[in-house]
């Protein structure tokens, strides 16, 4: 993803640069994170020890969202080391993701297709859990699970939260049957493969998804697209995203407000390229819920000691809300 206004970086570089010289100053620029071009991505300095979810609320506090649960699922990932779009460890990922899906009772269907980026034609793989509803309709959660083709960069926040937070969902959600179809979608490919964000090269994922709802008639239906991505900071604060359907966002931040989460849901704004623009650019609401202005976005030091299993079952709170929300429209 990619934000477009309220950079929080080049500030804090100027300041660096007035006050130490600019050969004390790194930039994002200078970074020396961009991953060579072939794989490993990861060196032996990078493992770093599991944390213990031990800020996670009772799931009765939180719709039966279970917190360990979502950050054991992120636990799991990071784990599998940096997992970039084609390499062997988005391939466990993916056998992960499609085992718990189907240990809960969901229906799953993956697509694997390629796309050409540029590094060359890379194999990719949605996975989607699908659970019928009894009226025609689709209520479409989505999260990336690939991460950043960085050197050491494992993603637990940028690829891990999320998908620990819909995994959870869909562990919940899979055991109901609503008036809607709720399905929870699994991007690979939401990462550019280049350094920058460029299009096309990035969303290959949600982009193929589009697609392929528009031609088998399904992307109609889907009244609302809910994405998620970066919900796991011990610091969350998750503003408004500007691109997002207006309707849509109200419903999110006045649900998160009567659950009492008006802190960590906050009245500002903020624009970011994500998936969720694959689905508006097909005319479907969506909304995207993330706080990108983390300070370890695009590090290596983007691990799990960041991650926050109290702040992952807030936003899964959220979403089984909102989700319940939208089944009564
Ligand atoms: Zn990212």
Redesign the pocket.
């Given at each position: 993803?990619h934000l477009n206004r309220g950079r929080p970086f080049p500030t804090l570089v100027w300041a660096c640069v007035l006050l130490f010289g600019a050969a004390g100053c790194k930039t994002k620029a200078d970074n020396p994170q961009a991953a060579p071009a072939n794989p490993p991505f990861m060196t032996a300095a990078a493992a770093a020890s599991p944390q213990i979810a031990d800020d996670a609320p009772p799931p009765d506090k939180t719709g039966g969202f279970d917190g360990k649960r979502a950050f054991a699922h992120v636990v799991k990932q990071v784990a599998f080391g940096p997992r970039p779009a084609g390499s062997a460890a988005i391939a466990q990922t993916q056998d992960y993701i499609a085992a718990e899906l189907k240990s809960y009772g969901c229906t799953v269907e993956t697509d694997a297709f390629s796309a050409d980026t540029p590094a060359g034609r890379l194999p990719m793989k949605n996975i989607l859990a699908k659970i019928p509803g009894s009226s025609p309709g689709i209520i479409l959660l989505g999260t990336h699970y690939d991460t950043?083709r960085l050197v050491n960069f494992v993603g637990a926040d940028?690829g891990g939260s999320s998908t620990g937070v819909m995994l959870e969902l869909a562990r919940l959600l899979c055991a109901k049957r609503g008036r809607y179809a709720v399905w929870i979608a699994f991007f690979d490919g939401e990462?550019a493969v280049r350094k920058e964000w460029v299009d096309p090269d990035n969303c290959y994922g949600s982009r193929q998804m589009a697609a392929r709802l528009a031609t088998s008639g399904d992307l109609p239906k889907v009244k609302a697209f809910l994405l998620a991505d970066i919900v796991g900071s011990g610091d969350l604060r998750i503003k408004r995203e500007s691109y997002s359907t207006k309707w849509l966002t109200d419903l999110f931040w006045a649900t998160a407000a009567r659950l009492g989460y008006s802190g960590i849901f906050v009245p500002d704004e903020t624009a970011v390229e994500d998936d969720h623009q694959s689905f508006l650019k097909r005319n479907v609401p969506s909304v995207n819920i993330i706080d990108l202005e983390i300070p370890y976005w695009?590090t290596a030091q983007d691990t799990l000691d960041k991650i926050s299993a109290k702040s992952l079952a807030i936003v899964g709170h959220v979403f089984l809300e909102g989700v319940k929300q939208l089944q009564l429209k």
């Open positions: 993803m950043k940028d990462e695009h």
